[in-house]
């Protein structure tokens, strides 16, 4: 395997380069910046989690989604959250094997006993046929392989993405834990940005994208080193259409009440439904959340509360909720 692998920077590749640098002014230079909230970077980190265990098969959403819970499909996402978080916390000056095991014992935390631990059998990639699609090396090479790829990482580099972007594709080609290469390759890639200063003013959830094209997203995975033009291409044209999603949903979002937009996902359907609906029971607002608890919608609905959006009506039906006048 080299690292890196041979590739051209094409001309589609310099203009998807240059329209997301294009972006990146665009969102500084309007102040984009100042309608991301805490909330709303607390929310782009909690779906950029979502969509990359989505992608491995996680069925919960934005929605169902309920933080507190300790079922493996929950602890999937909080643990991706809690990595994610370590990276916004941390100072980001190299990518080495300590780190990369801290990712992976991150997001492997009360999931799975290996943690933190590289393999040390063979390992094959499955479809689902169940037939072997990949075999990664061995583990006698993998530690070199890593630090060949550590090396290329942390040099210099005058295209960031698409370092971040070939770091992994080779992350997941040398494939070094049993389970969570995806989750700690979709990791990496936000890593490797900022250890180079690349900097964006908004979120980007490119786990979003990845996870709605996943077919095409694994096909340029499995031929990368065949053809990692294609497989640039196909990332760098996820990232802007990311970039171009966010910077829509901040513009409306700007429009809003500085109230409504420190809501979740879940607390603002459920404000929309009860501003749609004279008096509602919270009977009547879980039949229309059929998969979140009881005590989470109590929860979302003091949170409404709270924030001066809802207020209680007692009657002889019992406790309903109203819009706030």
């Not at 607390?42 to 992608?55: E, G, K, Q, T, V």
Request: proline share 4%; net charge neutral.
């Amino acid at each position: 395997m080299n690292i890196p692998p041979a590739y051209k920077v094409t001309s589609t590749i310099l203009a998807l380069i240059s329209e997301i640098d294009s972006l990146r002014l665009y969102g500084k230079g309007n102040n984009l910046s100042k309608h991301v909230t805490i909330t709303i970077r607390r929310n782009s980190l909690l779906r950029s989690s979502l969509y990359s265990a989505r992608i491995e098969g996680n069925q919960l959403s934005e929605l169902t989604l309920h933080e507190d819970n300790a079922d493996t499909e929950t602890l999937e996402i909080t643990n991706i959250i809690k990595a994610l978080e370590y990276l916004e916390s941390s100072q980001i000056l190299c990518i080495d094997h300590l780190f990369i095991k801290k990712i992976h014992t991150t997001i492997g935390n009360n999931i799975f006993p290996e943690k933190g631990m590289y393999r040390t059998e063979m390992s094959g990639i499955f479809n689902a046929a169940d037939n072997v699609v990949y075999m990664p090396p061995p583990p006698t090479q993998m530690n070199g392989l890593l630090d060949e790829l550590f090396k290329y990482v942390n040099s210099r580099s005058d295209f960031p993405l698409i370092t971040a972007f070939v770091a992994h594709l080779i992350f997941e080609k040398i494939h070094p834990f049993l389970d969570g290469n995806g989750r700690v390759g979709r990791v990496l890639i936000p890593a490797v940005l900022k250890s180079k200063n690349f900097i964006v003013e908004f979120p980007v959830t490119l786990e979003e994208y990845l996870d709605t094209h996943r077919a095409q997203y694994y096909d340029v995975l499995s031929q990368g080193l065949q053809n990692v033009e294609s497989y640039l291409e196909f990332m760098l044209r996820a990232y802007l259409e990311q970039m171009k999603k966010t910077i829509e949903k901040l513009e409306l979002q700007s429009n809003k009440p500085a109230v409504i937009q420190e809501l979740t996902a879940r607390q603002e359907k459920l404000y929309t439904i009860v501003r749609e609906h004279t008096v509602v029971s919270l009977n009547f607002i879980a039949r229309r959340f059929l998969k979140v608890p009881e005590r989470t919608l109590r929860n979302d609905i003091s949170k409404l509360i709270e924030k001066g959006l809802v207020a209680k009506v007692r009657n002889t039906k019992g406790v309903e909720y109203r819009i706030s006048e």
